[in-house]
């Protein structure tokens, strides 16, 4: 994952950008986006900085760093997960986005694969990432893989905006609808991602590779 990138709000055209969020918005997420709350940014700024420094985002440090009492804070932001999840997804944005820019040359089932396999490496390969990963291995999955926050959500609308731009509306000579290719590859991405978390083995980019293009018959 890239940190030092910024993801830029957008409402058209359609991005890989723009495609999650648009697709789940979130009651934090539209706050930011409107640019009217300048304390929620304030805070979501300052947990981004926390997460990408490797430490733990804590609530009661991050109020006292702010200057505010835990109250305002909750009522900028919302609770410790939603804010969790919002700063999760703004470092996938440019991770996608610098994926999809790495992939370029390539077109259909290659180009989906391209930009998935890339995704899958960073987030393997980013230690502040892993180090969230070691440290809160229960929340980050229920965060990063189920649909108790909107980052899973997102991450299948942008795979299924990714099938239908590369692969049309009948992927696979018909054979499996946008949405359903869409939520297996996304399940891919989490089984080699986060391998350690759910089976004990090691996370890995290459292993995903191979499946990517075996499900999206790239090599048949």
């Known amino acids: 994952m890239n940190p ?35 304390d929620a940014q304030r805070a979501f700024e300052a947990a981004r900085a926390t997460l990408i420094a490797g430490r733990r985002i804590d609530m009661t440090a991050l109020a006292a ?7 305002s804070l909750f009522r900028w932001v919302g609770n410790r997960d939603a804010l969790l999840g919002e700063v999760l997804w703004s470092l996938a944005i440019p991770t996608l986005v610098q994926a999809e820019h790495a992939s370029a040359g390539l077109e259909g089932g290659e180009r989906v694969a391209g930009i998935l396999t890339h995704f899958v490496d960073d987030l393997i390969t980013a230690e502040y990432f892993r180090g ?10 229920r965060l990063l893989t189920t649909k108790e926050s909107p980052i899973q959500r997102r991450y299948v609308a942008t795979a299924e905006w990714l099938v239908r731009r590369d692969l049309g509306d009948a992927p696979l000579g018909g054979a499996i609808a946008p949405a ?20 004990g083995d090691t996370p890995s980019a290459e292993r995903a590779r191979v499946a990517f293009r075996l499900t999206l018959r790239v090599d048949a």
Not at 16 to 22: L, M
Not at 24 to 31: D, G, K, M, N, V
């Open 4 to 38: 030092t990138a910024r993801p830029t709000a957008t409402t058209t055209p359609v991005t890989i950008a723009s495609v999650g969020t648009d697709a789940a918005p979130s009651w934090l997420s539209e706050r930011l986006a409107s640019g009217t709350h300048p």
């Open 65 to 71: 760093a702010l200057g505010v009492d835990r109250t």
């Open 180 to 199: 359903d290719l869409a939520y297996i590859l996304v399940r891919l991405s989490e089984s080699f991602t986060y391998a350690d978390l759910i089976s």
């Open 132 to 141: 969230f990963l070691r440290r809160e291995p229960a929340r980050a999955l």
